[in-house]
């Protein structure tokens, strides 16, 4: 499950309680949309001198930034992000890649707000605006999506209630009517057919006896539903079979446009083969070691992590 919904819906994220009863209102006869609504802002415009006549281009600021990011364990109080350094632009396919316990998830982690972990130094914008000084529902609102390494079940709520819920929190936080059963009903059918999930899933309590695999895919099925400007994606790879793996990078490319960029945790080619990434990189000791491009994982591949940073 995606903490960002957790943290729209009252789930405490420790404990798999579940969240209050489902209120359905009667259809708005709104249009459905795809979040998040404001993906557009913060552009700027530059004016350039070209020959005699002035030329207006639009250039979009990085949509994340972040600069020397330290972060630590709250219980313990261990330093493990030692200074995370990494630019994202829109439209861009980022391949987070690194030994383990190299510190990936709890950069991840980091970005969406996690209680785990304190900031404790460093700078996250995301949009324009401080990620830092906003609470998890806040980054999601903003366009932030994180899928976990490990997806937790919610005993006692259904996929489409909890689906329905947290599409719904979010229409209301952008200060938009609810969708009613009906306009739901047909945005999540046609969502599961963009990540080729059978209908019965909905029925079934959130990720409560889902393989792995089938985890994955909800995971992506949430993405689908809500939307994202920045998606992160933890492992979303990692036991799939070679099948659900083809379904998900489909999904991803479908949901995928100019305007919005992914990042992706992962320890294996081939799903970078099927969503290409523009930018790989490795990160080593809690900071990003190395930058490349899809040639750095047959360097990964040929040499392993261990000479890796050290070609910096
Ligand atoms: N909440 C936590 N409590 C204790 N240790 C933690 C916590 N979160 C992270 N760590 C430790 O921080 C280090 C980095 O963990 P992290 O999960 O970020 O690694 P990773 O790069 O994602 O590894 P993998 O490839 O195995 O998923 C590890 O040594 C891990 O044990
Ligand atoms: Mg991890």
């Known amino acids: 499950m995606n903490l960002m919904m957790m943290a729209i819906l009252p789930i405490p994220l420790h404990s798999p309680s579940p969240p209050p009863p489902l209120r359905l209102l009667s259809p708005p006869n709104l249009p459905l949309f795809t979040f998040p609504a404001i993906s557009l802002r913060h552009r ?3 004016v350039r001198a070209s020959g005699s006549s002035s030329q207006y281009d639009t250039n979009p600021p990085p949509l994340l ?4 990011l ?6 313990n109080g261990v330093e493990i992000l030692h200074g995370v ?15 383990n316990g190299s510190g990936k998830s709890t950069f991840a982690k980091v970005l969406v707000g996690h209680p785990d972990y304190e900031v404790t130094g460093g700078s996250v914008v995301f949009k324009g605006e401080n990620l830092l000084d906003m609470e998890p529902e806040e980054r999601s609102l903003a366009g932030l999506f994180m899928s976990f390494q490990s ?6 709520v259904s996929n489409d209630e909890f689906l329905v819920m947290a599409y719904n929190a979010r229409r209301r936080k ?5 969708l009613g059963p009906l306009e739901c009903f047909s945005y999540l059918m046609e969502k599961l057919q963009l990540v080729n999930m059978n209908s019965d899933f909905l029925n079934r309590n959130v990720n409560e006896g889902f393989s792995g695999g089938e985890r994955k895919r909800n995971e992506i099925l949430q993405l689908a539903v809500l939307g994202a400007d920045l998606a992160i994606l933890d492992e979303i790879d990692s036991g799939l079979d070679v099948d659900a793996l083809r379904d998900v990078a489909n999904a991803v490319k479908r949901i995928l446009t100019p305007k919005n960029s992914l990042m992706m945790i992962t320890h294996y080619r081939r799903i970078l083969d ?5 930018h790989v990189h490795v990160m080593d000791k809690g900071k990003i070691a190395r930058t490349g491009d899809i040639s750095l994982v047959e360097t990964i591949e040929k040499e392993g992590y261990e000479t890796v940073p050290s070609l910096t």
């Open 44 to 46: 700027y415009v530059t």
């Open 65 to 68: 930034q972040v600069n020397d």
């Open 70 to 75: 330290k972060a630590k364990i709250v219980e």
């Open 85 to 99: 350094n990494l630019t994202v632009n829109q439209g861009e396919v980022h391949a987070i890649m690194g030994k």
């Open 151 to 156: 997806p937790v079940a919610i005993p006692g």
């Open 174 to 178: 952008l200060g938009l009517p609810e």
């Open 274 to 278: 099927l969503l290409n990434p523009t």
